[in-house]
């Protein structure tokens, strides 16, 4: 009887693992075919953020960023602010943009993982609206680099020529 349970948890384990390693051989197939996607329409992708959902890429092209849904025109861009907690620690602002320093309320609300976990988030102020690119709170400083590489080429347009 023991042989005959030992044999069923056996199988079920060795179902549960082909089962595991199917969801992320088709989820890592799905995320290529995303990026090749993005990269035939001419973008180039910054970050692959996680999300509740999966994943969603910050892209760029030669006219505008992207993410997710929101497309942001690089010319209408007046700042960019990296945010911990809602708090900005770096900005860029355009040069004779009129922006303030003050952090809409939406963006600081408290967080239900509480401070133990730093929160980093980017910050776009554009001509009509301020998109929030939320990058995560994920331990190791993955988080903290996908919030710098995103600002820096934020940045980078902001502060280049016209």
């Known amino acids: ?68 849904r929101h497309a942001i025109d690089k010319t209408s861009i007046r700042a960019a602010r990296v945010l911990i907690n809602g708090a900005p620690i770096a900005a ?26 730093d929160r980093w988030d980017v910050a776009i102020d554009t001509d009509d609206d301020t998109v929030l690119v939320p990058c995560g709170a994920i331990r190791e400083r993955i988080s903290q680099e996908l919030a710098r590489c995103i600002f820096a080429a934020l940045k980078s347009t902001i502060e280049s020529p016209k």
């Not at 860029?92 to 976990?117: H, K, W």
């Open 92 to 117: 860029s602002v355009r040069a004779g943009a009129a922006t303030t320093d003050v952090v809409p309320r939406a963006i600081v609300e408290d967080r239900p993982e509480g401070l133990a976990r």
């Open 1 to 68: 009887m023991r042989d005959i349970v030992a044999a069923v948890v056996a199988v079920m384990l060795v179902f549960f693992a082909l089962r595991l390693a199917t969801s992320l051989t088709k989820d890592r197939r799905k995320r290529r075919r995303e990026r090749v996607e993005l990269e035939a329409t001419g973008q180039s992708i910054l970050a692959e953020i996680p999300t509740d959902t999966g994943m969603a890429f910050f892209t760029e092209d030669a006219a505008a960023f992207y993410f997710g």
